[in-house]
């Protein structure tokens, strides 16, 4: 099976800044289509996960633009531009292209 | 909007089965596959499997094989998770979650949390 790996468990940044979350997969996400079958998710607490990225860069709808997919290949980022404070979260990546699909071990936002 | 309501927490003896649904709504239920999430405390999220309630097809990750059993009640767009021969490694929260094609999945439900006690 693929696996994902996100180093960081733990980020500590404070409101305003930039911050970026890195996912690499065990073998390429890219498909024949031409796409990635990788895409972002956030679970704040008492709230119910949120689909923020898919296809490595495209924002689902009502996302904020301040949150920004990149990456290609098995190198993956999610980057949060001005982070407010309703970013503070656990953030997960998740691949799609092959089952069984399976998820990076998550990257917990924290308040410096 | 898209909703998936799923059941209250359920408490239930190591050796038992539990069933937990997932209701649909504001959608065809019948043109999206429906997969199930495991999350266990304080870890990570695992796929465990997914039908398409149109036909009835499922896929599983191999470690669930044996363990769930999913099915579907079109007539109320409604899922169903059975998680049988429950042991404390089962106690967890289980998300059912909408696929958007092959690409992601774009709505969760609330989860249901399952402890398994004696």
């Known amino acids: 099976q693929i696996t994902l790996t996100q180093q960081a468990e733990s980020l500590w940044i404070s409101p305003g800044e930039r911050v970026s979350i890195t996912c690499r997969a065990s073998?390429?996400?890219?498909?024949?289509?031409?796409?990635?079958?990788l895409s972002w998710y956030q679970q704040r607490p008492g709230q119910t996960t949120k689909a923020l990225i898919y296809?490595?860069?495209v924002r689902t709808d009502g996302v904020p633009t301040r949150f920004i997919g990149s990456g290609s290949g098995t190198e993956f980022t999610l980057s949060i531009e001005h982070v407010q404070p309703e970013d503070f979260a656990i953030y997960y990546c998740?691949?799609?292209?092959?089952?069984?699909?399976?998820f990076g071990a998550g990257t917990k936002l924290e308040l410096k | 909007q898209v909703k998936l309501l799923q059941s209250g927490a359920a408490l239930v003896k190591p050796g038992a089965s539990v069933k937990m649904s997932c209701k649909a709504s504001?959608?065809?239920?019948?043109?999206?596959?429906v997969s199930w999430v495991k999350q266990s405390h304080g870890k990570s999220l695992e796929w465990i499997g997914e039908?398409?309630?149109?036909?009835?097809?499922?896929n599983f990750n191999e470690k669930f094989k044996g363990k769930a059993t999913l099915t579907v009640d079109k007539s109320t767009s409604t899922a169903y998770m059975e998680l049988s021969r429950l042991t404390s490694e089962d106690s967890a929260i289980y998300y059912c979650?909408?696929?958007?094609?092959?690409?992601?999945?774009?709505?969760w439900g609330p989860g249901t949390m399952v402890t398994v006690s004696s």
């Open positions: 979650t909408r696929k958007r094609g092959y690409w992601y999945f774009d709505f």
């Open positions: 504001g959608y065809t239920f019948t043109d999206y596959w």
């Open positions: 039908i398409y309630p149109n036909s009835g097809a499922t």
């Open positions: 073998q390429s996400l890219l498909y024949t289509d031409g796409k990635h079958y």
């Open positions: 296809h490595a860069s």
């Open positions: 998740l691949q799609t292209l092959k089952s069984p699909y399976t």
